[in-house]
């Protein structure tokens, strides 16, 4: 971790999702310094001129859009660069493309930063991010996939608005991939305490609106970015400011509940240090399972591109 006086941190694509959450650390003054990176420099130029000019309705930081030597003083690296599936082409292939690319954006940031964190968002997540991890050969407490915060966050929400609670006193958690096989884990889900009073068909309507929520807004709108944004602005602030919360991120497993060598998203503890400690849910029999399916479907996919 830099120990240079002033925050940097870094993003790394700055396209619908990486530009929404330099915008959201700005307003919330995470950092001193910000750097934009993206393979389409104007774009990158743009946003920081863009943001720059708000700054004195702001507060002070300093924005600019930079090159990978800029790394070399950042705390965190987010990384929410990709790009869009071809006509006809297979998910696969999509994954190898954009895994390429990842290859290279890791070569440069490691010539530059060897003690930061690396935070990814780009999809498939809990992929990329086991992949960044084993390229960069970092510890895995210092690289990190957005992994289920924002589906837990989902989830949160839609109970909340059910029941007419605050979702902030909804305590719920989706693990397991950040995609089609994350699971609901229903029997630890509680409000402060109290039980969740649904019934299972409105608890299965409940997961699959939230499982199935970036299809909807994709359709509407063509990219979701202002939740994942908050998601990412939240690890970032459990890291600089040390906070040990427990949030639901895309990290290394070792035996969880027998699922090993595979990134993803579970409770963990975020602290300064990154992922301090994964946490042990109690999770039932059932959820074991399909925990167990879901790390199937992503080892698969890190042997389809022959990692
Ligand atoms: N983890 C999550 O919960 C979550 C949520 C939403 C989106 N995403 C993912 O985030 C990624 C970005 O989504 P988006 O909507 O912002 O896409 P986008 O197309 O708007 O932005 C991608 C940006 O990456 C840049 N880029 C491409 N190759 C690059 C390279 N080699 N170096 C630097 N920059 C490069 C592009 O120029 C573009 O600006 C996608 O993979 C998307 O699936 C993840």
Redesign the pocket.
């Known amino acids: 971790m830099s120990r240079s006086k002033k925050t940097r941190i870094v993003v ?7 530009s929404t959450t330099a915008y959201t650390l700005l307003l919330r003054s995470r950092m001193d310094e910000l750097v934009l ?4 420099k104007p ?1 990158a130029i743009g946003d920081a001129l863009d943001m720059n000019h708000g700054l004195p309705l702001l507060g002070k930081a300093k924005v600019w859009a930079g090159n990978y030597e800029d790394c070399a003083d950042a705390d965190i690296i987010i990384i ?5 599936q071809r006509p006809g082409e297979s998910r696969v292939d999509l994954l190898k493309r954009n895994v390429t ?1 990842f290859e ?2 890791t070569d440069e940031v490691l010539k530059y930063n060897k003690d930061g964190i690396l935070l990814i ?3 498939p ?1 809990d992929i990329m991010s086991y992949f960044t991890w084993k390229k960069s050969g970092w510890p895995e407490h210092r690289v990190i996939g ?1 992994g289920t915060l ?1 589906d837990s966050s989902r989830l949160r929400y839609l109970i909340g608005n059910k029941l007419n609670i605050d979702s902030r006193s909804v305590h719920a958690h989706i693990i397991g991939e ?1 995609g089609d096989s994350e699971l609901a884990v229903w029997s630890l889900a509680n409000i402060a305490g109290s039980e969740i009073l649904l019934s299972a068909e409105e608890k299965q309507e409940i997961f699959v609106n939230t499982r199935d929520a ?1 299809y909807k807004i994709i359709e509407a709108k063509g ?3 202002y939740a ?1 944004a908050l ?1 990412l602005d939240r690890i970032c602030t459990a890291i600089l400011k040390n906070e040990a919360s427990v949030l639901n991120v895309s990290t290394f497993l070792a035996n969880y509940h027998g699922v090993s060598d595979v990134y993803m998203g579970v409770p963990c503890v975020v602290d300064r240090s990154g992922v301090r400690e994964v946490l042990p849910l109690q999770i039932d029999e059932d959820e074991k399972k399909l925990l167990h399916k879901s790390a199937d479907k992503l080892k698969g996919l890190i042997k389809s591109i022959s990692m």
């Not at 929410?80 to 869009?84: I, N």
């Open positions: 790394i694509g700055v396209g619908a999702v990486g990176i993206d393979f389409n774009k929410t660069a990709g790009v869009p690319i290279s954006i968002a780009s999809n997540v957005s924002l950040h970036a990219a979701t970015y994942i998601a």
